[in-house]
């Protein structure tokens, strides 16, 4: 028995095409809330591993406004998937890389009675991670100031040896996400 709310019906000219807009709706929204965890850290520093917090919320989203129909969930879901891979993969990435270009040479840094510590973060995909991953060694105590290059996927960190180690540096937990290890130390 067809549903005549999943049902679309083929136009002939000068007709309109039935289209279930709850199914579009729902699945635009589960999508965008999937999506939060690129856009989160650049509002809230610190944080990470959002990824499966995000998608769980998304997919609670879909399974419950979709109305547990096996035709809506199946519709609203490959919905949400596109629009989950398009603004992780793609829009954040690409969007970021031209709004966080950030050309201060690194070495301009003052380090007087300070220490230095190069970090590989071969893990960063986009511009976002490069943000998020800076704004969480700016936000360690002892951490003075961090730079971090996507287009290299490295880092430095200007820290206070009496306060913090680069071992403590590299143990956050976002720089773990991307695979950060010290390079000098």
């Given at each position: 028995m067809i549903n005549k709310e999943d049902k679309v019906e083929e136009a002939k000219e000068g007709e309109y095409v039935h289209?279930?807009?709850?199914?579009?709706?729902?699945?635009?929204?589960?999508?965008?809330?999937?999506?939060?965890?690129?856009?989160?850290p650049f509002f809230v520093g610190g944080v990470s591993n959002?990824?499966?917090?995000?998608?769980?919320?998304?997919?609670?989203?879909?399974?419950?406004?979709?109305?547990?129909?096996k035709g809506g969930i199946i519709k609203s879901g490959g919905l949400a998937i596109g629009v989950f891979l398009l603004m992780s993969y793609l829009l954040v990435p690409f969007v970021s890389g031209f709004l966080l270009n950030n050309n201060t040479d690194i070495s301009q840094i003052n380090t007087e009675g300070l220490e230095t510590v190069n970090l590989a973060l071969p893990g960063l995909f986009c511009g976002?991670?490069?943000?998020?991953?800076?704004?969480?060694?700016?936000?360690?105590?002892g951490?003075?100031?961090?730079?971090?290059?996507?287009?290299?996927?490295?880092?430095?960190?200007?820290?206070?040896?009496?306060?913090?180690?680069?071992?403590t540096i590299v143990s956050n937990g976002i720089i773990q996400v991307y695979g950060g290890r010290i390079v000098n130390g």
């Open positions: 289209i279930n807009m709850k199914v579009i709706v729902v699945g635009l929204i589960a999508g965008v809330i999937a999506s939060l965890w690129t856009i989160i959002l990824l499966y917090a995000t998608v769980s919320i998304g997919l609670l989203f879909l399974i419950f406004f979709a109305g547990f129909k976002g991670c490069a943000y998020s991953s800076e704004n969480a060694l700016k936000g360690m105590p951490v003075v100031d961090a730079r971090v290059d996507f287009d290299s996927k490295s880092g430095v960190v200007v820290y206070d040896p009496n306060l913090i180690t680069p071992e």
